[in-house]
């Protein structure tokens, strides 16, 4: 597929690291919450073997954060998404689906509890601010609702952990999974999550101060050298092997949480109110007839700029692949598809045309690893 220049405006922001990312090599980027998100630094495959392996510092700005403060802050984020907050901690991350009235999936943030009055909402690729606020309108709702100066940068890798203790001592190490806390460097706090977009380990800084942010860029990779650290990016093949959703691509308006196997965050049963519990308390009862599954092709290359249907032996089709890559690990092509009921059964077999060819394929569980 023949690749295109991405022109720079005031509508498609840069990031306070973009001059940073450009001579260290970036190679390609996507559009994500209206700003650059870099998506290669040369071969794939060569940056997924180096992030299973050791450590990465991500530009992740485009993970825009949306703010909500205000007395009645708790109420709206509650009413935003469908797994209940009541019990939530000030210093935690919750993954929580954004739906509407029809259980459509709006976003899959993560949301951070900064205070009782006062949370971020860190946003996957859709516009979530307009959503809140026309709730909060609607609701005539005590609340401040902005887009903060955050521009997040990852540090993922199975050494990230060592890096990050060089910088910031081992009280970092302390944290346990999607929690955060506070830590100084040059000057200013910075918010550290142990969270981010891999399965390799690793921390997400929000930086709200962009020029103790730029120097501790800057650190980050002359500390880093010894762990072999490089510039990098979400990785296509480590994401999909691990199965991590990515609104857009693999799951969009269309579906609800219960097909996309996201269960675990969708409480019916208790008393926290949200828009759309009546559409997925139906929905449960009559249970689903989609679900998210795991595929394995029988091809050594694929490309997805749109969805691909599978077809049965029938030649009916029975889902379409939604998001896919070859992966070095189980030497083929591997992806993410929603398969019509009752076609959702691992082994299931199917037919897929890439570019003009037929390849086999078979239906497995997530994650792959």
Partial sequence: MKNYFIAKSRRVRSTPYTERIENQ??????????????????????????????????????????????????????????????????????YCPIIDDNAGLINDPVILKLNDQRWWISIADSDVILFAKGLAIGQKFNVKIVEPNVDILAVQGPKSFKLMEKIFGKKILE?????????????????????????????????????SGLALYDKLFEVGKEFNVKPGCPNLIERI????????????????????????????????????????????????????????????????????????????????????????????????????????????TFKISINDSIFKGKVCDLPFI
Avoid at 37 to 42: I, K, R, Y
Wanted: glycine share 8%; proline share 2%.
């Fill in 241 to 348: 092997e691990s199965a991590l959703l990515s609104y857009g691509n693999d799951i969009d308006n269309g579906d609800n949480p219960l097909e996309c196997g996201l269960d675990k965050y969708v409480n019916l049963d208790t008393d926290a109110e949200f828009i759309g519990k009546e559409k997925l308390i139906e929905v449960k009862k009559k249970g689903i007839l989609r679900k998210l599954m795991g595929v394995k092709i029988e091809a050594k290359e694929i490309n997805i700029t749109k969805s691909i249907d599978l077809i049965n032996e029938q030649n009916s089709k029975i889902g379409e692949l939604r998001s896919g890559i070859y992966s070095p690990n189980f030497r083929k092509v591997i992806g993410i598809a929603m398969l019509d009921k009752p076609y959702w059964e691992a082994d299931q």
């Fill in 25 to 94: 090599g970036v190679t390609a980027y996507t559009i994500y919450n209206h700003m650059l998100l870099p998506t290669a630094f040369g071969s794939l495959e060569d940056s997924y073997h180096h992030l299973k392996e050791h450590v990465q510092v991500w530009d992740v700005a485009g993970e825009r954060q949306v703010e909500i403060s205000g007395k009645d802050s708790a109420k709206l984020v509650q009413l935003m998404t469908c797994r209940d907050l009541s019990k939530s901690k000030v210093g935690r991350c919750y």
């Fill in 175 to 211: 944290m346990k999974f999607f929690g955060f806390d506070y830590f100084e460097f040059a000057g200013a706090k910075h918010l550290i999550a142990r969270s981010g977009w891999s399965k390799q380990g690793g921390f997400e800084i929000y930086v709200e101060n962009t020029k």
